[in-house]
């Protein structure tokens, strides 16, 4: 496992997270979740990103009973807040309340002292930006906040948040989480740019589009137990899957010519930027962790570069 900084902060991740997003606590069994974490951490991946929404804090559970006979000082531990957490109309969106109510939570249901990063989880237009920066600056002061981050905001409250902190004197964001990869490259045009600006790196969610990328789907297959054929999910793979088939069958010749799995490929194409900090990957099972994590061995020549743009058709 390599490891990189994450922005302009000092914090070290390993290339490869493990996220928690409808696995822990949700479709996968805790005892599969409990090994593929574990697994993670004795193949070198430090850093284990949840949220408060992920199945209503029982990710957040689970992921502690995974993690707990390891030393906590080698443990990257995020989560995230914003979405509903009840019918309260406070219990939801990036107010001092929420935001300071729900680490303290995230704390409990973890069982740490603190989590190493907190994202916004999503932009709240209805809360000023100066408040919730301000709650996130005194958690870090009072530790239970290493590091404050974000995740799928619009580029210009990227700037925005940038703006605001210096202006306020705050201690700065170092994460921006945000959907990435071969299918959906679109961040590459404003959202990078203004993060590489601000110092934050970039994380990469989705980086196999919801598992289009290993092929799975193709020919309209929707296997059982996939996110396709979850309700909750297949909009999202839909999303993806419109006039995909050629590409994913094209990027599939250009992995096996450069003895790579699909999966190891695309997280590989992530991983070519140095702006991106580290890509996200889920696990159902401890072989499918295990393929994944084999990306993090080295980078794509490029000469498999320029064969991937021409597969894409770019």
């Not at 430090?46 to 559970?61: H, I, L, P, Q, S």
């Not at 973890?110 to 709650?135: G, K, M, N, S, W």
């Not at 958690?139 to 409250?157: C, D, F, H, R």
């Not at 696990?283 to 597969?311: F, I, T, Y």
Request: with cysteine; proline share 4%.
């Amino acid at each position: 496992m390599r490891y990189r900084k994450i922005g302009a902060s000092g914090l070290a991740v390993s290339e490869i997270a493990l996220g928690s997003w409808l696995t822990y606590g949700g479709s996968v069994a805790e005892d599969t979740a409990i090994a593929c974490a574990r697994r993670a951490f004795e193949l070198g991946v430090n850093y284990f990103d949840t949220a408060d929404a992920y199945a209503k804090g029982e990710a957040e559970r689970v992921l502690a009973k995974a993690l707990a006979p390891f030393p906590r000082h080698h443990l990257v531990i995020a989560t995230k807040a914003f979405w509903p957490q009840s019918d309260d109309p406070n219990d939801r969106g990036l107010s001092r309340k929420h935001v300071i109510e729900s680490v303290e939570r995230s704390l409990r249901r973890l069982q740490t002292d603190y989590v190493d990063i907190f994202y916004c989880h999503r932009f709240d237009p209805q809360t000023p930006l100066d408040e919730t920066l301000r709650a996130i600056d005194d958690l870090v002061a009072q530790g239970k906040v290493l590091y404050g981050a974000i995740s799928e905001w619009p580029a210009e409250q990227v700037s925005a948040a940038q703006a605001a902190q210096e202006r306020l004197g705050l201690r700065r964001l170092i994460a921006d989480q945000v959907q990435y990869n071969l299918l959906d490259p679109k961040i590459e045009a404003d959202v990078l740019p203004r993060a590489r600006a601000a110092g934050m790196g970039i994380v990469a969610f989705s980086p196999l589009a919801q598992g289009v990328l290993t092929g799975k789907y193709l020919g309209g297959q929707r296997p059982a137990g996939s996110r396709g054929a979850d309700e909750r999910t297949a909009r999202m793979v839909a999303d993806y899957l419109e006039g995909s088939d050629e590409k994913v069958q094209r990027l599939q010749q250009v992995a096996k010519a450069a003895g790579l799995t699909p999966p190891q490929l695309a997280l590989r194409w992530v991983l070519r930027l140095p702006e991106v900090s580290s890509a996200l990957v889920g696990a159902s099972s401890v072989a499918q962790l295990e393929e994944n994590l084999g990306a993090a061995d080295e980078d794509l020549s490029q000469d498999v570069l320029r064969q991937v743009q021409e597969a894409l058709g770019s």
